[in-house]
């Protein structure tokens, strides 16, 4: 069990970095925030990878591959929802 949760913040913390790569501009997130976006971006993966497939409405963990793009997802969407800050001096 506590194996699990170790892999899980690893691949999350894997998975959000990747994204914040990916995704243009600045992000102000911390190292805990950043895993924090990958281990929702693998369950964001995992339930779009199990509509895609016909499984049904799964909540589970995803692999790397479906934690970067579900952290990718999670980014775009909290950088449009937060937009673009103009510092003006």
Same mark, same amino acid.
């Given at each position: 069990?506590?194996? =699990?949760?170790? #892999? &899980?913040?690893?691949? !999350?913390?894997?998975? *959000?970095? %990747? @994204?914040?790569?990916?995704?243009?501009?600045?992000?102000? &997130?911390?190292? *805990?925030?950043?895993?924090?976006?990958?281990?929702? !971006?693998? &369950? #964001?993966? =995992?339930?779009?990878?199990?509509?895609?497939? !016909?499984?049904?409405?799964? %909540?589970?963990? @995803? *692999? %790397?591959? *479906?934690?970067?793009?579900? @952290?990718?997802? #999670?980014?775009? %969407?909290?950088?449009?929802?937060? !937009?673009?800050? =103009?510092?003006?001096?």
């Amino acid at each position: 069990m506590i194996w =699990n949760i170790i #892999v &899980l913040i690893v691949i !999350g913390a894997i998975a *959000g970095f %990747i @994204a914040r790569a990916v995704i243009p501009g600045k992000q102000d &997130l911390s190292i *805990g925030l950043t895993t924090v976006l990958g281990i929702v !971006g693998s &369950l #964001v993966g =995992n339930l779009l990878g199990s509509l895609l497939t !016909g499984d049904g409405f799964e %909540i589970g963990t @995803a *692999g %790397i591959i *479906g934690s970067i793009i579900g @952290a990718i997802i #999670v980014l775009g %969407i909290y950088v449009m929802t937060t !937009g673009r800050k =103009n510092i003006s001096r």
